[in-house]
Nanobody, 120 residues
Framework: VQLVESGGGSVQAGGSLRLSCTHF????????MGWFRQAPGKAREGIAG???????YYADSVKGRFTVSQDNAKTILDLQMNSLMPDDTAMYYC????????????????WGQGTQVTVS
């Protein structure tokens, strides 16, 4: 299994960015793909996840601003981030879990390398 993120960068407050995560290799009919972020000195935070059947979750910190979606083949996970704030600055990671979605990083089986998002 390999997860490859792309789309990070720098943006001014109020702006938008779109992250993508491509999943290569084994998949399950019940897996959940999720987005996490980690700012310096802080714990890794689960912000959104979606299962193959479309069920998922959003953290309160991003609800209404971020939207997660997947392609028809369920191999690409996108995160559309709008109304970005400086507090959204972090390294963003994609992860996959062979079960229902969870906001706990320890529950996920594989991780991407991360992509930096900086909001000024």
């Amino acid at each position: 299994v390999q997860l490859v993120e792309s789309g990070g960068g720098s943006v001014q407050a109020g702006g938008s960015l779109r992250l993508s995560c491509t999943h290569f290799g084994y998949s399950s009919s019940r897996h959940c793909m999720g987005w996490f972020r980690q700012a310096p000195g802080k714990a890794r935070e689960g912000i959104a996840g979606i299962r193959r059947d479309g069920d998922g979750y959003y953290a309160d910190s991003v609800k209404g601003r971020f939207t997660v979606s997947q392609d028809n083949a369920k191999t690409i996970l996108d995160l559309q981030m709008n109304s970005l704030m400086p507090d959204d600055t972090a390294m963003y990671y994609c992860a996959i879990r062979w079960a229902s979605c969870s906001a706990a990083a320890a529950d996920y089986n594989y991780w991407g390398q991360g992509t930096q998002v900086t909001v000024s």
